[in-house]
């Protein structure tokens, strides 16, 4: 579900933002469960000093759309005017082939660790593969949750003075945008590259949702799942491992084909 501003806010021509905006290959900005309109606001100036326009909201604690996150953005409406609001992380990045995950903080888990300026060139090589990038970020409070971080892909982080590398939203959404813009303008190629072949594309967040729902949901039948209080670490671990492997729409569907197939030879057996 989503939802844009219904402000009312006298029409404008169009601008050479908004018409750079059409084509813009930029990753999506998804700010998990924002306290405060301002926060988004100041979110979307940092966006659209970088040209990036495609703000995503889950659960907003204050609601949307929200006046108060007008002056703060110093005229970003073209940022804020076509906000998308979701119900759940899953929603938000349904559409997207790779999620970074922005955090100052160790998890337990097991994922490739990237600089901006890495992660900027990686999105930079995605887009021209056909997938589409975005870039979590957590409540201003104590960031991402455990379950946010395990539906990413990669983890991004800032390397700043580990003494004090405390940033506010915008400023760790402007480090991120600064770095993607400057790649495109540079022409930089740094780190791997995502080598898609033309008959296929990345797959999506929702498509890989689908086949952790159908994989998982096998597991619980066969009773590999069995022991309730490890279930939630073994779903994150396996979710995990496919996540890396960067999959394919063509290889999501063969690994649904196997799990379906062992799905079917096991109950045979029974």
């Known amino acids: 579900m989503s939802a844009t501003s219904t402000s009312v806010r006298r029409p404008s021509k169009k601008t050479a933002m908004e018409k750079s905006e059409q084509g813009n290959n930029g990753p999506a900005i998804i700010l998990i469960e924002p306290q405060m309109a301002e926060n988004i606001g100041m979110v979307a100036r940092a966006m659209l000093n970088s040209e990036l326009y495609d703000l ?4 907003p604690r204050d609601g949307w759309p929200n006046e108060r996150a007008y002056p703060p953005s110093s005229g970003a409406d073209v940022v804020l005017d076509k906000v998308s609001v979701f ?4 929603d938000a990045i349904a559409d997207l082939s790779h999620v970074y995950a922005t ?5 337990d ?14 999105i930079h090589e995605a887009s021209k593969g056909g997938g589409k990038c975005g870039v979590l970020f957590g409540r201003e409070a104590w960031g991402l949750n455990n ?4 539906l990413s ?3 991004l982080m800032v390397p700043l003075n580990p003494a004090f590398s405390s940033l506010n939203l915008a400023q760790a959404v402007l480090l991120i945008g600064y ?6 303008i540079d022409d930089e190629r740094l780190g791997e590259t995502f080598e898609i072949r033309n008959d296929t594309r990345p797959a999506t967040k929702e498509e890989l949702v689908g086949f952790f729902e159908h994989l998982e949901g096998e597991l619980d039948e066969s009773g590999f799942l069995r022991v309730a209080a490890s279930r939630p670490n073994m779903v994150r671990n396996l979710r995990n491992l ?3 492997a960067r999959m394919t729409e063509q290889e999501v569907r063969s690994m649904r084909g196997v799990v379906a197939s062992l799905a079917r030879a096991h109950k045979r057996k029974k």
Do not use: C, H
Request: aromatic share 10%; no cysteine; charged share 35%.
């Open 103 to 107: 955090t100052a903080r160790a998890r």
């Open 147 to 150: 379950d946010d971080v395990a």
């Open 56 to 59: 995503r909201l889950v659960r």
């Open 87 to 90: 119900e759940t992380t899953t």
């Open 153 to 155: 892909d990669s983890i």
């Open 179 to 184: 770095e993607w813009y400057q790649a495109g």
């Open 109 to 122: 888990m097991s994922k490739d660790v990237f600089t901006p300026k890495k992660a900027a060139s990686q």
């Open 242 to 244: 496919f996540n890396r």
